[in-house]
């Protein structure tokens, strides 16, 4: 839900979170899945250094 909200703000470069966030299982890796979305729109939003690396 909170990817859905992102997806009119970063465009088309979301479908990279919506298919790693796909990637993972929900059950265990749903934490998993919320760092992996949150690593890409970081990477997407601040272009350049991977500061959060």
Do not use: H, Y
Request: proline content about 11%; some cysteine.
């Amino acid at each position: 839900i909170e990817i859905d909200t992102k997806l009119p703000l970063l465009g088309p470069q979301t479908w990279k979170i919506w298919i790693c966030s796909f990637n993972i299982p929900m059950a265990p890796g749903k934490t998993r899945s919320i760092v992996c979305s949150a690593r890409n729109f970081f990477r997407f939003t601040m272009p350049g250094p991977a500061w959060w690396q």
